[in-house]
């Protein structure tokens, strides 16, 4: 009997020693364990966070682009009003010159206009019947002198010759039209089929365009 007692001590002996090493490892593999679900769930974490700041930071980018381009179109819509303002200031101005003044600029723009003094002109009916003839007066009276004085340089022979070869295109012989149309101010230069907008609402557009196209450019550079 003392022989079986001292085999299965020695079986218990062996199979606590061996249980707690398993026991051992096992806490070892479960600290292993542990530690890497540790590392790769702090890897997860960081490459979630890494993810979320770059999104964070591609958001901000796109939200900064976009407010600096609403930024310029706001300036851009303020510029444009701006001119607006001031060009329609300028064309009221223009329309509402005293009269003496308003007939010798509209005497300037016919005599840089005409090219055979032979054109007629068409005035807005307000225009035509307030200052009409004495635009038409003044510009004959205009051509007629600067055709005078080149004249008198000449000799007799050359003046003669020139009135020969110029007796199609007689100066001053500028001519009122019955016609009206609806303009604000300036008028409408008519030889023959070619028509020369001289109206002041058509002139100012032109200027206002050139320099809203400086101002966008110059506005879209920057």
Same mark, same amino acid.
């Given at each position: 009997?003392?022989?079986?007692?001292?085999?299965?001590?020695?079986?218990?002996?062996?199979?606590?020693?061996?249980?707690?090493?398993?026991?051992?490892?096992?806490?070892?593999?479960?600290? *292993?364990?542990?530690?890497?679900?540790?590392?790769?769930?702090?890897?997860?974490?960081?490459?979630?966070?890494?993810?979320?700041?770059?999104?964070?930071?591609?958001?901000?980018?796109?939200?900064?682009?976009?407010?600096?381009?609403?930024?310029?179109?706001?300036?851009?819509?303020?510029?444009?009003?701006?001119?607006?303002?001031?060009?329609?200031? *300028?064309?009221?101005?223009?329309?509402?010159?005293?009269?003496?003044?308003?007939?010798?600029?509209?005497?300037?723009?016919?005599?840089?206009?005409?090219?055979?003094?032979?054109?007629?002109?068409?005035?807005?009916?307000?225009?035509?019947?307030?200052?009409?003839?004495?635009?038409?007066?003044?510009?004959?009276? *205009?051509?007629?002198?600067?055709?005078?004085?080149?004249?008198?340089?000449?000799?007799?022979?050359?003046?003669?010759?020139?009135?020969?070869?110029?007796?199609?295109?007689?100066?001053?012989?500028?001519?009122?039209?019955?016609?009206?149309?609806?303009?604000?101010?300036?008028?409408?230069?008519?030889?023959?089929?070619?028509?020369?907008?001289?109206?002041?609402?058509?002139?100012?557009?032109?200027?206002?365009?050139?320099?809203?196209?400086?101002?966008?450019? *110059?506005?879209?550079?920057?």
């Amino acid at each position: 009997m003392e022989g079986i007692e001292k085999i299965t001590a020695k079986i218990t002996q062996d199979a606590q020693a061996e249980i707690q090493q398993l026991m051992a490892e096992t806490g070892q593999k479960a600290e *292993a364990i542990r530690e890497n679900a540790q590392a790769q769930a702090q890897q997860e974490a960081n490459e979630i966070v890494e993810k979320g700041r770059m999104a964070a930071s591609e958001r901000l980018e796109r939200l900064s682009s976009a407010a600096q381009m609403e930024r310029r179109k706001l300036e851009l819509a303020a510029k444009q009003e701006v001119l607006g303002e001031a060009f329609a200031l *300028a064309l009221e101005k223009l329309c509402t010159l005293p009269e003496k003044e308003y007939i010798s600029l509209l005497t300037k723009l016919v005599l840089e206009a005409s090219t055979s003094g032979r054109e007629k002109l068409i005035f807005s009916q307000k225009d035509r019947n307030k200052v009409g003839k004495q635009v038409v007066m003044a510009a004959n009276e *205009a051509l007629a002198k600067g055709r005078a004085s080149g004249e008198t340089a000449k000799s007799k022979v050359g003046s003669f010759l020139d009135k020969v070869v110029h007796s199609t295109a007689s100066s001053g012989m500028l001519t009122l039209a019955e016609e009206t149309r609806d303009i604000r101010g300036g008028f409408i230069m008519v030889d023959g089929d070619v028509e020369i907008n001289c109206a002041f609402e058509t002139l100012v557009r032109l200027q206002r365009e050139k320099l809203e196209k400086t101002v966008a450019d *110059a506005l879209f550079q920057s």
